[in-house]
């Protein structure tokens, strides 16, 4: 994947009876999609799996909730398959934020009580972080990685950060606001020599890496099934090894809290698990139709030209440059700078968001990284070059004008 700019239009993907990949899914046609990452996008045919198995589950509700736990036992090993891992090693989460919320509640203060963080983090899982520390009476330290930070120096950064009195690691695979890697490897394989626990956040990592556990070297993982796998929402894998997994339990006690782990999570009460059931479906159905290393290419060469014609559009706009060096990139995300006066901080990021939704019938990402503001472009096999070639089109101009509205900031950088 070649995980930079791309100049030319990527061909389209078809169905298998030649119709535009996007009638696979119940989008909106009123609206842009360009912001997978978010929430992700769920093809026709897992939403049918999920209706089936609803109304089975409706059907027989004596029947189907004793049953369920060796129907999720069966899911987790086709799960398991697709992440190249052990079914023996992953548990079935709701989210990514709650796989790091099972870490948290396990855990307990063995030196010091100080957790490491970067400033890439996700805000809730660092949240998280910073209630943990308040629960062991220590703090939070956060590691500051520049945005163009190359693997060595980002490795350093999270390094100079650590020492006796540190408890745990958290740090992201893919980084949210900033689409960018971290190396988890290497930084997983320095902690456990020191003898420090890593949770390592991969929200980002399923689909759109081809073996996002390879080479692991972390006490823990937890990923997000229903974004780049096109999951339905609410299905995560958490994923752990080593002796500390034993401690780990479901946020809900229920029957089988007295299983080992990974199986006291295939049991939670009364809930519904049919996301979970219909993920298989989901992940089935892009590998049937494209294959998933032809999807992936797609994504990262579309997400490439996307940053192209937005960034010209922008850079024309404001006479500077709005390409991105993240440092670490990743297939299938890019960054572009937006102008001054835009997205300076989560709030505004949010905000901005909203109103593209509501005036510019988009759905995009903005995010803010140091002050600044970004669109974080994320594309899949469903997006197409006619949707960015739109955006800077028609949206940029409006970026331009909605910048010189706020009060003394400048539109240009």
């Known amino acids: ?16 009876d030649g119709r535009p990949a996007d009638r696979a899914w119940s989008l909106d046609p009123a609206l842009k999609h360009l912001n997978h990452g978010s929430f992700g996008a769920v093809p026709l045919v897992a939403q049918e799996r999920q209706e089936v198995l609803r109304t089975e589950m409706e059907c027989s509700p004596v029947v189907w909730f004793p ?44 030196r010091g ?69 971290l190396p988890v490897e290497r930084i997983g394989a320095e902690a456990r020599q020191r003898g420090i626990p890593v949770l390592v956040d991969g929200a980002h990592a399923p689909g759109l890496v081809e073996d996002p556990l390879a080479d692991a070297t972390y006490d823990f993982w937890t990923g997000n099934l229903h974004k780049w796998g096109c999951a339905p ?52 159905f892009v590998e049937g139709t494209w294959g998933w290393p032809t999807a992936r290419r797609y994504m990262d060469d579309l997400a490439g030209y996307g940053a192209h ?13 709005s390409r991105v060096d993240v440092g670490m990139p990743v297939p299938g995300m ?19 968001r909203d109103r593209a939704a509501r005036e510019l019938q988009v759905e995009a ?12 472009l994320s594309a899949h096999v469903y997006n197409t070059a006619a949707d960015y070639e739109y955006f800077a089109e028609e949206c940029v101009p409006v970026l331009g004008a909605w910048a010189r509205e706020t009060p003394g900031k400048r539109s240009a950088r």
């Not at 990685?145 to 999270?158: H, K």
């Not at 894998?237 to 199986?263: E, H, K, N, Q, T």
Request: proline share 5%; with cysteine; hydrophobic share 45%.
């Open 1 to 16: 994947m070649s995980e930079t700019e791309v100049t030319t239009a990527p061909r389209p993907l078809l169905l298998a």
């Open 67 to 110: 049953a369920l736990p060796q129907r999720l036992a069966t899911t987790r090993l086709e799960l398991a398959a697709f992440l190249r891992v052990s079914a023996g090693d992953l548990a079935l989460v709701p989210n990514a934020s709650a796989g790091a919320s099972v870490v948290y509640a396990a855990l307990t203060r063995r």
């Open 113 to 181: 009580g100080e957790i490491v963080v970067t400033d890439h983090g996700y805000g809730a899982v660092t949240m998280g972080a910073e209630r943990l520390a308040r629960r062991w009476g220590g703090r939070v330290r956060t590691a500051r990685v520049p945005l163009n930070a190359g693997e060595e120096q980002a490795y350093q950064a999270v390094l100079a950060e650590l020492g006796d009195a540190t408890d745990l690691i958290v740090v992201d695979q893919i980084t949210s606001a900033t689409a960018r890697r």
């Open 233 to 284: 929402r609410g299905t995560a894998a958490l994923v752990a090894r080593g002796p500390l997994r034993d401690g780990l339990c479901p946020l809900i006690d229920s029957w089988g809290a007295a299983d080992p782990y990974p199986d006291r999570f295939d049991q939670q009460g009364t809930v519904d698990a049919t996301a979970y059931l219909a993920a298989p479906t989901a992940l089935a």
């Open 309 to 321: 014609v937005i960034g010209a559009a922008l850079g024309e706009l404001t006479g500077a440059d």
């Open 334 to 352: 890019r960054l572009v700078r937006l102008p001054d006066g835009l997205a300076a901080d989560r709030i505004e990021a949010d905000t901005l």
């Open 365 to 376: 990402a903005f995010t803010s990284f140091a002050g600044a503001g970004y669109l974080r």
